[in-house]
């Protein structure tokens, strides 16, 4: 581990720097008109980059281990429970071409990327499948990827560092286009507009309005956690037994074996079923 300011070991000192640097960049966002432009997102990211590359925050440390390895397993049922299932199957239809068409796009650019430079790069193969990973389903499955395949860590790290360089100047690109008149007029975009149209807090943001405050009672922050942890703790025992028990005598079974082992798809496909059961129960 390189040398830093905060030491890779200075465990509650990283906590804060990573839970305080995520609150002012959320902060930043809902207060200021520039920093809601940007996103939070962007600004925490961008910001967490600065600071490792300056040496204030070290590049590899036993915390983000602890984000990789239990905080995103827990988000990910606890962002699903939000989902809205009629929405989701409403649109699915359309969605799923998109989504198809832009994976086809992403996994041909990752194969000819490998047969381009595959003899220049060591170990391109797995920053391919991760990157492929990433680009499709976002840094879960980045994660779900480089634990499938036993990537190293300290590949893994570089690896992040290039995603989110590239995914930052990436966003910017994709925030700037709705802001520009041409696609504004040719285009629609709903999505703009209902935010657009919750208008701004006195003293923030759109983003401030669309963030506002909702109603929500100790039983339902409660019940989500308890949700979150039950549901990755089902998934991890089942992903466990399933690899255990499917065999890998050939590639097939291998492939399955990988797939059905993973828990991230363990732990989305249980979360959708709760959703799925939880509004078939509402409507009886």
Request: hydrophobic share 55%.
């Amino acid at each position: 581990m390189s040398n830093s300011f905060i030491s890779a070991d200075n465990t509650w000192v990283l906590w804060a720097f990573l839970t305080g640097w995520a609150a002012l960049s959320i902060y930043l966002e809902q207060k200021y008109d520039w920093a809601a432009k940007i996103s939070g997102a962007i600004i925490a990211l961008i910001g967490a980059m600065a600071l490792s590359n300056l040496k204030v925050i070290p590049v590899d440390s036993p915390v983000y281990d602890t984000v990789w390895g239990y905080v995103v397993p827990l988000a990910i049922p606890m962002l699903l429970l939000q989902c809205n299932i009629k929405k989701i199957w409403k649109e699915s239809g359309r969605m799923l071409l998109i989504f198809l068409i832009g994976s086809v796009g992403t996994v041909a650019g990752a194969i000819l990327g490998f047969l381009l430079l595959g003899k220049h790069i060591p170990h391109l193969a797995e920053i391919a499948g991760m990157m492929t990973g990433s680009y499709i389903g976002g840094g879960v499955n980045f994660v779900a990827v480089s634990s499938a395949f036993s990537v190293p860590g300290e590949l893994v790290s570089a690896t992040v560092v290039a995603d989110n360089l590239l995914m930052a100047l990436y966003f910017l690109a994709l925030i700037t286009i709705p802001t520009v008149n041409f696609f504004r007029k040719h285009f629609k975009h709903p999505y703009v507009d209902k935010v657009e149209s919750l208008g701004k807090t006195e003293d923030g943001t759109s983003a401030a309005a669309y963030w506002k405050g909702k109603e929500i009672s100790l039983k339902d922050i409660a019940f989500a956690v308890a949700t979150g942890f039950i549901v990755v703790a089902v998934s991890k025992a089942i992903a466990g037994f399933l690899g255990s028990v499917i065999p890998t005598g050939n590639f097939a079974m291998s492939m399955l074996n990988i797939l059905l082992s993973n828990q991230y798809l363990i732990i989305t496909t249980i979360t959708m079923l709760l959703l799925h059961f939880s509004l078939i129960s509402s409507e009886i």
